[in-house]
């Protein structure tokens, strides 16, 4: 039986905001020879920079070494997005509300932080979260 090549890519960063750069060459490199198109990248980008933001500010409260595994699977008509770190377990989706973003309501009258987990939310087709082995583990099924 004869199986489709798959292009992934697998990558350590520390959870340093100065780390964001070579995050966004490393998923830049990947829609590139993934042949995933501007738009789409752009998404990508989006979210996994979201992720590694929030690690970081919310889940270390601080640049630090520890590091964030991003693990990326680019087949026919979908980008699997495996996202892991060692901060504190947090389920980012466990709270979110079930209805899209309201892009009428005023910054001033929305709640305070987890517009980022939204745009995640809405961005991606699928999500789960999972706490194994001393990680938090997202994956993520972004369509092409």
């Given at each position: 039986m004869a199986h489709s090549v798959k292009n992934s890519r697998?990558?350590?960063?520390?959870s340093r905001l100065a780390e964001l750069r070579p995050l966004s060459a490393f998923l830049t490199d990947f829609c590139d020879q993934a042949g995933i198109e501007r738009e789409r990248c752009l998404r990508l980008h989006l979210v996994v920079e979201e992720l590694f933001i929030n690690t970081i500010r919310h889940?270390?409260?601080?640049?630090c070494d520890a590091p964030v595994w991003l693990s990326l699977e680019a087949g026919p008509s979908a980008v699997q997005v495996t996202y892991e770190d060692t901060a504190p377990p947090f389920n980012?989706?466990?709270?979110?509300p079930d209805?899209?973003?309201d892009m009428t309501t005023t910054l001033e009258r929305r709640a305070i932080g987890g517009l980022g987990v939204l745009?995640?939310?809405?961005?991606a087709a699928t999500r789960d979260y999972a706490y194994v082995f001393g990680r938090n583990r997202i994956?993520?099924?972004m369509t092409r």
């Open positions: 697998l990558a350590m960063f520390p889940g270390h409260r601080q640049d980012p989706y466990a709270r979110l209805k899209p973003i745009l995640t939310k809405e961005l994956r993520l099924t």
